[in-house]
């Protein structure tokens, strides 16, 4: 869980003034800030486009505007912030074609911050997270599993479970074999036995439950509450 380690450790840094910290934990998220505008405006964007750069100040936003204390990952809350940037970037561009880019981003200041932590009602979160869970069975049903699937290959020793875990996570780290998981659908069974020292029969037993757990680690930014959850196992 090293990436959500340092996530945090930057977080923290920022919040407190730390210019550089800030500055590069925006550049680690470049690629979840501009696939979040993407999605919110339904085409393709790149740097140059108006809606990347509101979704840019939007995370910045949400550097100062989190509270850990409500118990939502920080990704999860970027999303939301972003989201109701771009939206309402979209609804003044309709109205106010002249107003400049500048103007737009500064509209209701610190409001949109203070928007965002009053719409992330119960509610929201439990449509956050349906939605995620829903993203996360599909994915499954790529590499033909389901959540039944997955009850019955959770070890049910602790010892075993932490075993298979640091298996996981050897596999979501590494970048070679994580795109070998994803393209051929299969886990690499004989490299990760060399790498971690685990039997391949052990692996191969718990196969389906390396799986799961790696699709979670090798894609934080995806599966941003699942992700969380890992981070307690």
């Not at 550049?27 to 979840?32: G, K």
């Not at 309709?94 to 400049?100: L, N, T």
């Not at 070890?155 to 996570?169: E, G, S």
Request: glycine share 4%; proline share 3%; hydrophobic share 45%.
């Amino acid at each position: 869980m090293e990436e959500l380690r340092i996530r945090e450790e930057l977080l923290h840094r920022a919040r407190r003034g730390d210019r550089q910290a800030r500055e590069e934990l925006l550049a680690r998220h470049r690629h979840f800030i501009l696939s979040v505008a993407a999605a919110c405006s339904r085409q393709p964007l790149t740097w140059s486009d108006d809606a990347a750069s509101i979704a840019l100040i939007a995370f910045n936003e949400a550097v100062d505007s989190y509270d850990e204390d409500r118990g939502v990952p920080f990704l999860a809350f970027a999303r939301l912030v972003i989201r109701s940037r771009i939206a309402d970037f979209y609804r003044r561009e309709g109205r106010v074609a002249a107003e400049s880019l500048e103007e737009i981003a500064a509209a209701g200041g610190a409001a949109v911050g203070q928007v965002a932590r009053e719409r992330f009602t119960e509610e929201e979160l439990l449509r956050e997270r349906r939605e995620e869970i829903e993203r996360y069975r599909k994915l499954l049903a790529e590499f033909g599993l389901s959540f039944r699937d997955l009850v019955a290959a959770a070890p049910k020793h602790r010892d075993a479970r932490a075993n298979l875990l640091r298996v996981a996570r050897v596999l979501a780290e590494n970048r070679e074999l994580f795109r070998y998981l994803m393209e051929k659908k299969r886990v690499p069974l004989n490299e990760l036995a060399l790498l971690t020292g685990v039997p391949r029969k052990t692996l191969e037993r718990g196969r389906r439950y390396i799986l799961a757990v790696s699709l979670i680690l090798g894609q934080p930014e995806e599966f941003t509450y699942l992700y969380g959850h890992l981070k307690y196992c």
